[in-house]
Each structure stands twice: as structure tokens, then as C-alpha cells.
């Protein structure tokens, strides 16, 4: 291949390529396997949260972290007014908190044994890490933010296995199909309207 014919191609779909459905997307997306969190802040006093599976590092110097969330979600815009907010990494064994901050029904902090972090957020019991950040920098990307923190402080908690989610199902070490899965058919998923 020649540069002229490799630069042809970047600009030239194949014949008959058509973009993937929503639905073909996120059942690729599910074969990648990916942690999940719950993203927290504090807005006008009151703690907001939700779960979050696109998180990564950014930077090592400066220390930058980014998840994203959807920009018509509830949660994401009051905690983007707030400027600060705790990524609380969860653990294997955590899947009712996942379900308590993935759901929008429900009272999130409602019976949960919660602190205050001295950078202003809310830090969740019996993660596997805190990382502590605020706002540095939001860009629209679709239907969803990217967001760019600069991190504070990180705080590990505890040690034990990750939680992950793969194929739409909690773990990689369980074989029921995703309509047996602990919290029914496609509840999680890429692109599900957490945040």
C-alpha cells in the first residue's frame, strides 16, 4: 500500500459500510470489559451520585482523570455546578451499591452509612479507592460529557477483586446469560443514561 492509496482510504468509506445502530454499538461495546464507579458531589448541600463504567487515567504529571456521564442526566449537572466531586471505585461485592446509584428511583443516600470528604464530597463505605477531583475541563462528545478532573488526593480503602462489567453481566467469572444476570436483562450497559 502506498501513502496516496492509505490516504484514500481514511477518506473514503468502503462500499456498502453503513455506521452501527445504537443497539449493534452497545453489544460491541459490551465485549469490552470495564470497571465501574460511582461518581459523587455535593449540590446545594444536598449528596448526588451515580454509576459511572467510563473512567480512565489521563496524566501523569499533572494528575488528570476522566469519566463521562450523560449531559441530559440529573445527577451530572449538579455535580459539574459544584466543581468537585469523589470517584468511589467499587468493589466485586458491591452490586446493590452499583444498583442504588445506576437506578433513578429511589432515595440514593437514603440508609447509607456516608461521610463528607474534606474535599467536599461524598466518600462511599468499603470502596476499593477514592479519587478525589474537581472540574478541569467538560467537552461534549454526543450525547455525553467528557469530563476532565484534576485529581486532589486519592485514598485506598480496601484491597480485594474489582468490579467488572462484561457482555452485560457483573463479573467474568459468571456464566448465566445476560436475562439471568443479578439485575435483569440489559439494566447496565454502555451507554445507558447513568450520570
Keep these: ?39 459523587t458531589g455535593i449540590d446545594g448541600g444536598e449528596p448526588v451520585g451515580f454509576a459511572c463504567q467510563s473512567f480512565a487515567s489521563v496524566s501523569l504529571e499533572p ?15 449538579r455535580i459539574k455546578r459544584s466543581g ?3 470517584v468511589n471505585v467499587l468493589g466485586e ?17 437514603e440508609g447509607l452509612d456516608w ?8 466518600a462511599l463505605p468499603g470502596v476499593l479507592l477514592r479519587v478525589h477531583a474537581e472540574v478541569r475541563d467538560v467537552h461534549v462528545a ?11 488526593a486519592l485514598e485506598q480503602v480496601i484491597e480485594q477483586r474489582p468490579m467488572l462489567f462484561f457482555q452485560g453481566r457483573f463479573g467474568l467469572d459468571r456464566h448465566e446469560t445476560p436475562d439471568q444476570a443479578p439485575l435483569g436483562p440489559n439494566l447496565w ?5 447513568w450520570g
Excluded at 461521610?115 to 461524598?122: D, F, I, R, T, V
Aim: with cysteine.
Design 1 to 39: 500500500m502506498t501513502a496516496a492509496s492509505a490516504d484514500s482510504a481514511l477518506t473514503t468509506p468502503p462500499s456498502g459500510a453503513t455506521a452501527p445502530t445504537p443497539s449493534e454499538f452497545r453489544r460491541a461495546m459490551g465485549l469490552f470489559a470495564s470497571g465501574v464507579t460511582v461518581v
Design 115 to 122: 461521610e463528607l470528604s474534606p474535599w467536599g464530597a461524598p
Design 189 to 193: 450497559g454502555w451507554g445507558d443514561h
Design 142 to 152: 454526543g450525547d455525553h460529557d467528557v469530563v476532565i478532573g484534576a485529581v486532589l
Design 84 to 86: 468537585r466531586f469523589c
Design 93 to 109: 461485592d458491591q452490586v446493590d451499591l452499583c444498583g442504588r446509584f445506576g437506578s433513578s428511583k429511589g432515595k440514593k443516600y
Design 63 to 77: 494528575p488528570l482523570i476522566l469519566f463521562c456521564a450523560d449531559h441530559n442526566g440529573r445527577t451530572w449537572p
